[in-house]
């Protein structure tokens, strides 16, 4: 499974960005997929995951009601919606694709590259 993050950059307060996560691979519609994030200084984080059968989708109680993670299955690709933004938003985010459904990043097979998202105050 190949996994290619973009859609990050520099927002304000407040603002909104959506982050794109393109999946490539033969099995890529038995994974569970995830965005995770890890700012500076600070180790990696759940932020929202779901399952492309099953439709189940988890949030982090940080994001919950200002993210959203969705799919467009005919593409294979996986957004995060994020409105809302908060400077503590401010991190490199991950997408990530795991047999398990779980938050753990130790359950992780397959990470994308990182991109950038920055909140200014």
């Known amino acids: 499974v190949q996994l290619q993050a973009s859609g990050g950059g520099l927002v304000q307060s407040g603002g909104s960005l959506r982050l794109s996560c393109a999946a490539s691979g033969r099995t890529v519609n038995s994974y569970v997929m995830a965005w995770f994030r890890q700012a500076p200084g600070k180790e990696r984080e759940f932020v929202a995951l779901f399952s492309w059968s099953g439709g189940s989708i988890q949030y982090a109680d940080s994001v919950k009601g200002r993210f959203t993670i969705s799919r467009d299955s005919a593409k294979n690709i996986m957004y995060l919606q994020m409105d809302n933004l908060k400077p503590e938003d401010t991190a490199v985010y991950y997408c990530?694709?795991?047999?398990?459904?779980?938050?753990?990043?130790?359950?992780?097979?397959?990470w994308g590259q990182g991109t950038l998202v920055t909140v200014s105050s």
């Open positions: 990530a694709a795991s047999r398990e459904f779980t938050r753990r990043t130790g359950a992780v097979e397959y």
